[in-house]
């Protein structure tokens, strides 16, 4: 789920109501939100496993780990993958359900 970043504007007008970005960056989020949690329960992030390597390798400038803990779906070979620290390493794990 991609929450957007809150406005650093006026999000108010001199009349107290909404600016033009703050009702879009509600929008936004509002429908972040929508997609990503409703009744039906939570959606798992889709990434391909090619993505899924880059996302969980990825180093910062002074080369730490920016990878937290998440699940994420596998769509290049349909699984359902979690990572999790060992070590530190942010390492990927097949999610397997009985």
């Given at each position: ?55 969980v ?21 349909d ?10 390493v ?9």
């Amino acid at each position: 789920m991609n929450i957007p970043n809150l406005p650093l504007w006026q999000i108010v007008d001199v009349k107290g109501y909404p600016t033009a970005p703050e009702l879009q960056f509600r929008q936004n989020l509002i429908q972040a939100l929508q997609n990503g949690a409703g009744p039906e329960g939570l959606t798992v992030p889709e990434q391909t496993a090619a993505n899924i390597a880059i996302i969980v390798a990825n180093t910062d400038a002074q080369g730490n780990y920016t990878c937290t803990p998440r699940f994420i779906y596998d769509s290049t070979n349909d699984l359902m993958k979690a990572v999790v620290y060992v070590g530190g390493v942010p390492t990927l794990k097949t999610v397997t359900l009985t």
